[in-house]
C-alpha cells in the first residue's frame, strides 16, 4: 500500500474514532479504529522507507514534493496520536494507554529481530550456494587437470 493511500485510511480512522467520542462511546467501541490507525501510520511510515530506496530514480521535483508530502503526513498523523493519547487519559484509560505503548514497542523489536534473523538466514544461504558452486568448479576443474593426466600415465604403462 502506497503512503498516500493508507494516510487517507488513518485519517478515516480518526474521523471514526473522534465521532465515537463525540457520541460519547468507551474506549472499547473504538478499538477497530484503533488499529486501523496504527497500522495505516505504520504503512505510511513504511512507504516513506520504501520512497527513499526509490529515490534514486527520480527527479529533485519529485524527491522535493515527496518529501515534504510525507513528512507533514507523518506530522499530522504524531498530532492525531498525541491527541488519541489525550483522549485516552482524560477517559482513565491512561494505564491502557501505556501497555499499548510498551506492547506495541516489544512487538516492533520483535519483528525487527525476526526480519534480521531471516535476513541473515538467507545471506548465509547465499554465501553456502556460493561456497558449494565454488566447490564444483573446484571438483570440475581438478577433473579436468586430473583426467588427462592419468589418462596419459596410463598410455605410458601400456605401451612400455
Known sequence: MDPFTAFAIAQGA???????????KDV???????????????MVQHGANKA?????????EDI????????????QLWEQEKELKSYMFITGNRDVWEQMMNERTRMAKERADTERAELDKAQKDREA?????????????????MVPLIALGWQLLIVR
Do not use: C, P, T
Open 14 to 24: 480518526i474521523k471514526g474514532i473522534k465521532s465515537a467520542i463525540a457520541l460519547g
Open 52 to 60: 527513499r530506496v526509490q529515490g534514486i530514480r527520480k527527479s529533485d
Open 28 to 42: 472499547q467501541s473504538i478499538m477497530g479504529d484503533i488499529g486501523k490507525f496504527y497500522h495505516a501510520a505504520d
Open 129 to 145: 550456494i556460493g561456497e558449494m558452486v565454488m566447490n564444483i568448479l573446484l571438483f570440475i576443474s581438478f577433473l579436468a587437470v
Open 64 to 75: 522535493n514534493r515527496e518529501a515534504f508530502d510525507l513528512a507533514w503526513k507523518a506530522k
